[in-house]
C-alpha cells in the first residue's frame, strides 16, 4: 500500500535490545499527512537504525510511503502496526515530460452568433 503527504511530525526514536536474540533494535515513527479535501495523518514506523539513516526523512517533506499494515496480541490486547518498507520524495517542481501534449491556446475572444442564423439545425 502507499500514501502520499507531507510529514507533520517525528517521534524521539526507540530502541532496545530484543530478548530472544539478545541484538539492539531502534524504530522511530512519523507522521504524515495527505493532501485531500479532508485530510488524513497516518502514523507509521521505520524498523532499523540502517533503514531510518537511509530513509533521512526529514520535517515538512513531500513523501509517498509504501508500507505493510499487520496486528500483534499483547496482554489480550491487539495493535496494528503501520510499517514502512520503502520512502520515494515527491519531486513538486519536476518539469512535464518532453512528449506530453500542450493544450490549445484558450480563444481571445467570443465568437459572434446572430440570432437568425441559416446554418443553424437545431429543432429549438
Known amino acids: 500500500m502507499e500514501f502520499t ?11 532496545g535490545v530484543s530478548k530472544t536474540s539478545g ?5 522511530q515513527e512519523y507522521v ?3 493532501h485531500d479535501q479532508y485530510p488524513r495523518k497516518m502514523c507509521f514506523d521505520v524498523f532499523g537504525a540502517d533503514k531510518i539513516e537511509q530513509f533521512n526523512i526529514q520535517m515538512g517533506e513531500e513523501l509517498t510511503v509504501s508500507f505493510d499494515v499487520d496486528a500483534r496480541q499483547w496482554n489480550d490486547r491487539w ?6 518498507w520503502k520512502v520515494e520524495r515527491v519531486n513538486t517542481g519536476a518539469p512535464m515530460a518532453s512528449g506530453s501534449p500542450v493544450p490549445p491556446p484558450a480563444p481571445s475572444a467570443m465568437p ?3 440570432p437568425g442564423d441559416a446554418k443553424d439545425d437545431l429543432p429549438f
Open 5 to 15: 503527504g507531507k510529514i507533520i511530525a517525528i517521534l524521539p526514536p526507540r530502541g
Open 23 to 27: 541484538n539492539e533494535w531502534k524504530s
Open 32 to 34: 504524515i499527512e495527505n
Open 79 to 84: 495493535f496494528n502496526s503501520i510499517r514502512a
Open 112 to 114: 459572434e452568433f446572430t
